[in-house]
Each structure stands twice: as structure tokens, then as C-alpha cells.
């Protein structure tokens, strides 16, 4: 499968199953920026890295609502809420020669992204061990150059997940999504694994790892490597086109906690990935595979700080 169309899936299902995770505490929320700064552009042609860079700052925004909950007879959560998300991201393109971009990019590289979402989202068991999560949202992805019809997806999901025990769940199910003009049903898998205690991990796909030690009530110090991205619609060559921007990152990541409602998060280390890719809207791109590589760029910092509430 095409890793742009992959990719699109898997973020979806990581608010979802983010949104999961939270379900059971009311109203919750994060605001988050991050920043990259200016690394090297990698001619994909024969990987030379080349003196034209490119930067990237962020803003994110994400909260949910609940309407309804209620426990039910296994004593799991009969959850109804609203949910909205937000991504704002600026970038800065210098030094750049056309013969040195792919076909795909000979306009440049975006300067501007933006990926909102409003949905609602129901969760409930359907046994003991077993839930059931229903989630449906309508959204705009865009580059910022023209927003008109093509930029609004809509996108639902149904997992079934399977609860081992309290630290380990495993979810599979289909999400439906119009990114290539009619609706199509794409793979949706959701896996989270974690320990408690003084030393803890967390390992859960598609988002990443971590290992922390957690030093008192309200510190907790922790190595992550995370998965990011933005999706947008953008035209090339007067057809519509799938835009993706991906990142992994690796850091140390403390968390401080401020009373029952409030968590600092500040992330310093450095990016892993950082590249960009472009998919055709149409059903046949979906398991074409690309003549050469995405446009990509050099290892630098990275930096990243989120406030967390939940009420």
C-alpha cells in the first residue's frame, strides 16, 4: 500500500484511539507547538544533500466533550462525546533550485498547512474484555492556497478492541474515508502496551514509544519516539493531489503535573524523518509504488512543549 494512504488512515486512527484513551475522563483537552529549524534538503534524484533548507513550526489544538456517559454492567464506560482538532503549521522554504525538486514539487514546497476536524465518537462494551469504538468526522485539509470543496474529508472508523488486562489492548477495524473522491474502506490498527510503576514504558501504534522513570506524584521524566504528520490537499498539474508531512522524532520529555487537572510537557531531542510524499487522488494510486524516493530532509532539533487538561 502507498505509505502517503497508509499514513492518512493511521493518523485518523490515532485520534481515535487517542480519543479512547481519554473517554473516561470527562472533558479533556491538549494545546501543543512544535518547532523544527532549518535542515538541508536531500535531492531524492540520488540522495546529495543539497544547500536549499526548510524549517517548520506548528500549533496544535484538540479537545473533547463528553454528551452522554454512563457505566455499564461490566463496569466499563457507555460513552457519547464530541470531539474537535486542530493543526496550524508555518514553513519556511530558502535556497531552493527547480532542477533539484521532483516532478511533484516543481511549484516548491508548501508554505502553509492547516487540518481541522469536528466529529462525534461513541464507545461501549461488547463483553467483558471486548469494546466496540464508533467515529465519524467531517474535516478541511489544505495547503492554504485555494480551500474549497476538495480540501473537506470525511472520515469514520469502527474498532474492535480487545482488552488482555489492564496494560495491554489490541484494536482492528475498517475506517472509511472520501480522500480519493468516492468512499473507500482502508485498515485501521490500534495496539497499546504499558507498565506502571516507578520505571514505566508505553509502547502504542501508530503514535510511538516511551520509557520514563516517574520520580514523585508530579514529575515524570521520559525518553519517547513519536510519530507526526499533516495531510492536506493541494493541486499539481490541475489535478487533485493527497499532500502528506511526516515526521518521527526521538527525545527526553518531562512531565510535570500541576494539581488534579493540569500537565506540563516539554520535549527537546531531534527528528529522525522529516520528508513529504504526494499521492494522485485516484483509487489505482493506492498500491502504486513511486520511481524514486520521497523529498526528504537532514537530522536536526526539535523542540516541543504541550499543556494537558482534564476535568
Do not use: C
Not at 252 to 261: A, C, E, I, S, T
Not at 277 to 293: G, H, L, V, Y
Amino acid at each position: 500500500m502507498n505509505k502517503t494512504i497508509f499514513y492518512l488512515s493511521q493518523l485518523f486512527l490515532f485520534l481515535l484511539a487517542t480519543l479512547a484513551a481519554r473517554s473516561q475522563s470527562g472533558i479533556s483537552g491538549e494545546f501543543k507547538v512544535d518547532y523544527v529549524p532549518f535542515s538541508k534538503y536531500v535531492r531524492p534524484m540520488d540522495s546529495t544533500k543539497t544547500n536549499a533548507e526548510s524549517n517548520f513550526k506548528r500549533a496544535q489544538i484538540a479537545f473533547e466533550v463528553p454528551l452522554s456517559l454512563k457505566m455499564d454492567k461490566y463496569d466499563h464506560p457507555k460513552l457519547w462525546s464530541v470531539f474537535f482538532s486542530g493543526s496550524y503549521a508555518k514553513m519556511e522554504n530558502r535556497n531552493y533550485n527547480i532542477q533539484d525538486l521532483p516532478i511533484a514539487f516543481q511549484g516548491g514546497f508548501p508554505d502553509e498547512l492547516l487540518n481541522t476536524q469536528v466529529g462525534v465518537k461513541h464507545l461501549r462494551s461488547i463483553s467483558s474484555s471486548w469494546s466496540l469504538l464508533i467515529m465519524a468526522s467531517v474535516g478541511v485539509y489544505t495547503d492554504m492556497v485555494e480551500i474549497n470543496k476538495d480540501d473537506v474529508l470525511l472520515q469514520g472508523g469502527i474498532l474492535f478492541i480487545k482488552q488482555f488486562n489492564p496494560k495491554l489492548a489490541l484494536g482492528a477495524g475498517p475506517v472509511l474515508t472520501n480522500s480519493f473522491g468516492v468512499p473507500m474502506v482502508l485498515p485501521g490498527i490500534y495496539f497499546n502496551w504499558e507498565s506502571t510503576g516507578a520505571l514505566h514504558f508505553k509502547v502504542a501504534f501508530p503514535e510511538g514509544v516511551e520509557i520514563g522513570y516517574r520520580m514523585s506524584d508530579t514529575f515524570d521524566l521520559k525518553a519517547v519516539a513519536e510519530l507526526s504528520g499533516m495531510t492536506a490537499e493541494t493541486k499539481i498539474g490541475n489535478k487533485s493531489t493527497l499532500l502528506g508531512y511526516q515526521q518521527i522524532i526521538a527525545g527526553l520529555r518531562p512531565q510535570v503535573k500541576f494539581g488534579k487537572h493540569w500537565i506540563l510537557e516539554p520535549t527537546g531531542g531531534t527528528t529522525l524523518v522529516r520528508s513529504f510524499s504526494t499521492t494522485n487522488r485516484k483509487i489505482k494510486e493506492i498500491f502504486k509504488e513511486k520511481d524514486i524516493a520521497d523529498p526528504r530532509f537532514t537530522t536536526t532539533f526539535y523542540g516541543a512543549i504541550a499543556l494537558k487538561w482534564k476535568f
